[in-house]
């Protein structure tokens, strides 16, 4: 009962304002209480208002009161504090639900400090003094208070485990390890514990690392989002600045562009962001992960060790590495929207084409599996028309622009200035960007598959028009002896089955050219790794004469 007692006086001379025992107390006109800095601060908040009031029971005073000590609870607090130590223990000292509780204790149960694995139970501070002053006590094993001790006592001898059958993986006691478990490989579960330990250490550190990588991962793909944004921005306003130029039946095509290259910009950019927070994701687990093994690795109790450890000891599978391309994203937008605005005159006199924007897909930067198969290539499918306003006058284009066949006899184009003058070669209508695929079926004496940039010199004799003698194109040539791949003029021998059919793969941004054998099978041929500068045309050409080349429908 004193003690009780003096626990109400605490509570009666506290200050309701800093909730600590009265220092200097003074006492208002409504009889409550107050450390007299409290109270000072308190009104000086006030004085603007000029009516001054009791925190507790909101009475209000005018003037503000002269403030007096009141010299009797100034005492009582003294008084209080030299008996302080006899108080009886605050709530917070008791044990609660989620609290381990003194096994010692009676009555209401004080928080456990302790918990001694040799005794199966848990102590408070008063009880657990024994531990620290008996010599009977020496060896015993003193860790956090834990719930879980019961679990350390063997079911079958009721002794605690301190042994492990790495036989069975399972903790024992000596009696086990004499009895049903005899003959197993047994050790200490401190030994045990101590191998485990290693192995933690080094998942952790795994751990570590990866969480390292991820955040780098997650800071080297903030730029890609700046530069997507910078280059689609960019991009919009070229668009616009050429498309104004034109007459207003251009104007919609105008708008279309600005909405694919916003479409792209905002897949691209969402795409980013996806990947950031399944890294962020990533990291939080890891984190996660790493501080439930960093709290395994503390606890003192080799049981609850070896139980908890086979669940936090797995790791699972990590994002897959991510691949930064180079920043180059939607100038091609820029170079169709130029080329349509100076080719635009000659398109409206023969006919109107459709003309999409270059980027016709979205550019990933997780790593995508190359196609394999004919049906995989098909996905990527382009429909290719050949220009005639680039077609040797020795040419013949049918078949709806898809076809050129050797001719003998001149034919009677309009002069143009990106017509080969000397060669028997033409180019497609449309630019090649993105993933694309085409597929040439060929007849005659040989025919060159290729690829070209768009300023590839077109008049003269020099090696600089021709496909695959200079850095500018690169080409297949088929015969019907085989096949040989020509760049720059080194030529490079291809083997594989004779095909009348090629088909081309181009991955613009992966900087990849692929050609393959289609027949019954497919077969690759010849692989280019590179990185394209500009956009591409694709193109034939024919060195002896006597040949056709068309490109495919393709479904």
Same mark, same amino acid.
């Given at each position: 009962?004193?003690? +009780?007692?003096?626990?109400?006086?605490?509570?009666?001379?506290?200050?309701?304002?800093?909730?600590?025992?009265?220092?200097?107390?003074?006492?208002?006109?409504?009889?409550?209480?107050?450390?007299?800095?409290?109270?000072?601060?308190?009104?000086?908040?006030?004085?603007?208002?000029?009516?001054?009031?009791?925190?507790?029971?909101?009475?209000?005073?005018?003037?503000?009161?002269?403030?007096? +000590?009141?010299?009797?609870?100034?005492?009582?607090?003294?008084?209080?504090?030299?008996?302080?130590?006899?108080?009886?223990?605050?709530?917070?000292?008791?044990?609660?639900?989620?609290?381990?509780?003194?096994?010692?204790?009676?009555?209401?149960?004080?928080?456990?400090?302790?918990?001694?694995?040799?005794?199966?139970?848990?102590?408070?501070?008063?009880?657990?003094?024994?531990?620290?002053?008996?010599?009977?006590?020496?060896?015993?094993?003193?860790?956090?208070?834990?719930?879980?001790?019961?679990?350390?006592?063997?079911?079958?001898?009721? &002794?605690?485990?301190?042994?492990?059958?790495?036989?069975?993986?399972?903790?024992?006691?000596?009696?086990?390890?004499?009895?049903?478990?005899?003959?197993?490989?047994?050790?200490?579960?401190?030994?045990?514990?101590?191998?485990?330990?290693?192995?933690?250490?080094?998942?952790?550190?795994?751990?570590?690392?990866?969480?390292?990588?991820?955040?780098?991962?997650?800071?080297?793909?903030?730029?890609?989002?700046?530069?997507?944004?910078?280059?689609?921005?960019?991009?919009?306003?070229?668009?616009?600045?050429?498309?104004?130029?034109?007459?207003?039946?251009?104007?919609?095509?105008?708008?279309?562009?600005?909405?694919?290259?916003?479409?792209?910009?905002?897949?691209?950019?969402?795409?980013?962001?996806?990947?950031?927070?399944?890294?962020?994701?990533?990291?939080?687990?890891?984190?996660?992960?790493?501080?439930?093994?960093?709290?395994?690795?503390?606890?003192?109790?080799?049981?609850?060790?070896?139980?908890?450890?086979?669940?936090?000891?797995?790791?699972?599978?990590?994002?897959? %590495?991510?691949?930064?391309?180079?920043?180059?994203?939607?100038?091609?937008?820029?170079?169709?929207?130029?080329?349509?605005?100076?080719?635009?005159?000659?398109?409206? +006199?023969?006919?109107?084409?459709?003309?999409?924007?270059?980027?016709?897909?979205?550019?990933?930067?997780?790593?995508?599996?190359?196609?394999?198969?004919?049906?995989?290539?098909?996905?990527?499918?382009?429909?290719?028309?050949?220009?005639?306003?680039?077609?040797?006058?020795?040419?013949?284009?049918?078949?709806?622009?898809?076809?050129?066949?050797?001719?003998?006899?001149?034919?009677? =184009?309009? %002069?143009?200035?990106?017509?080969?003058?000397? =060669?028997?070669?033409?180019?497609?209508?449309?630019?090649?960007?993105?993933?694309?695929?085409?597929?040439?079926?060929?007849?005659?004496?040989?025919?060159?598959?290729?690829?070209?940039?768009?300023?590839?010199?077109?008049?003269?004799?020099?090696? &600089?028009?021709?496909?695959?003698?200079?850095? +500018?194109?690169?080409?297949?040539?088929?015969?019907?002896?085989?096949?040989?791949?020509?760049?720059?003029?080194?030529?490079?021998?291809? %083997?594989?089955?004779?095909?009348?059919?090629?088909?081309?793969?181009?991955?613009?941004?992966?900087?990849?050219?692929?050609? =393959?054998?289609?027949?019954?099978?497919?077969?690759?041929?010849?692989?280019?790794?590179?990185?394209?500068?500009?956009?591409?045309?694709?193109?034939?050409?024919?060195?002896?004469?006597?040949?056709?080349?068309?490109?495919?429908?393709?479904?």
């Amino acid at each position: 009962m004193a003690q +009780k007692g003096v626990q109400l006086d605490r509570e009666t001379i506290s200050c309701s304002i800093c909730l600590d025992l009265l220092q200097d107390p003074v006492t208002l006109p409504c009889g409550h209480s107050y450390c007299m800095n409290c109270i000072k601060s308190y009104w000086d908040g006030e004085d603007e208002k000029k009516i001054h009031s009791c925190p507790q029971c909101m009475q209000t005073f005018t003037p503000r009161p002269v403030l007096m +000590k009141n010299t009797m609870l100034a005492v009582l607090v003294e008084e209080l504090k030299k008996t302080g130590l006899q108080a009886a223990p605050a709530d917070h000292c008791y044990a609660g639900p989620e609290d381990v509780a003194c096994d010692a204790c009676t009555g209401r149960k004080l928080k456990a400090l302790k918990s001694c694995l040799f005794c199966v139970a848990s102590y408070c501070e008063t009880h657990l003094q024994p531990h620290f002053e008996s010599p009977a006590f020496k060896k015993h094993k003193l860790v956090d208070p834990s719930k879980k001790l019961q679990e350390n006592i063997c079911s079958r001898h009721d &002794e605690v485990m301190k042994m492990f059958c790495r036989t069975d993986q399972q903790c024992i006691c000596y009696l086990c390890s004499v009895d049903e478990h005899k003959g197993h490989d047994t050790v200490s579960a401190a030994a045990e514990r101590t191998e485990r330990q290693r192995e933690l250490e080094v998942s952790r550190q795994n751990i570590q690392q990866r969480i390292q990588d991820r955040e780098k991962d997650v800071k080297e793909l903030q730029p890609q989002v700046e530069a997507i944004n910078r280059s689609a921005d960019k991009a919009v306003e070229d668009s616009e600045k050429i498309f104004t130029q034109l007459i207003r039946l251009m104007e919609k095509r105008s708008s279309d562009v600005e909405q694919q290259v916003r479409s792209q910009q905002e897949t691209e950019v969402s795409q980013v962001k996806e990947l950031q927070e399944k890294l962020e994701q990533e990291i939080t687990e890891l984190k996660r992960k790493d501080a439930e093994m960093k709290k395994l690795s503390h606890t003192e109790d080799h049981t609850q060790f070896l139980y908890n450890y086979p669940s936090l000891s797995a790791l699972s599978e990590s994002t897959s %590495s991510i691949n930064i391309r180079p920043l180059r994203y939607f100038e091609d937008v820029t170079a169709a929207a130029s080329e349509l605005r100076d080719k635009l005159q000659d398109v409206l +006199k023969e006919k109107w084409t459709n003309v999409s924007l270059p980027v016709t897909e979205v550019d990933v930067l997780l790593p995508q599996p190359e196609p394999k198969t004919r049906a995989e290539l098909l996905k990527y499918s382009r429909k290719i028309t050949l220009d005639p306003n680039t077609a040797s006058e020795w040419i013949l284009i049918s078949q709806g622009e898809r076809k050129a066949t050797t001719m003998s006899q001149q034919q009677s =184009y309009s %002069s143009h200035p990106d017509i080969f003058t000397r =060669y028997f070669q033409v180019l497609s209508r449309g630019s090649l960007t993105g993933r694309c695929y085409w597929e040439v079926e060929w007849r005659g004496d040989g025919v060159e598959v290729a690829v070209a940039y768009h300023n590839i010199i077109r008049a003269g004799t020099g090696d &600089e028009c021709v496909f695959g003698q200079n850095d +500018k194109s690169w080409a297949l040539t088929c015969d019907p002896n085989g096949y040989y791949f020509m760049f720059n003029n080194m030529e490079t021998p291809v %083997s594989g089955p004779q095909s009348s059919r090629v088909g081309v793969y181009l991955d613009h941004s992966a900087g990849i050219l692929s050609f =393959y054998s289609v027949s019954e099978t497919m077969t690759l041929l010849h692989q280019v790794q590179t990185t394209f500068t500009q956009p591409l045309y694709a193109g034939v050409g024919f060195p002896e004469g006597g040949a056709t080349a068309e490109f495919c429908k393709l479904k």
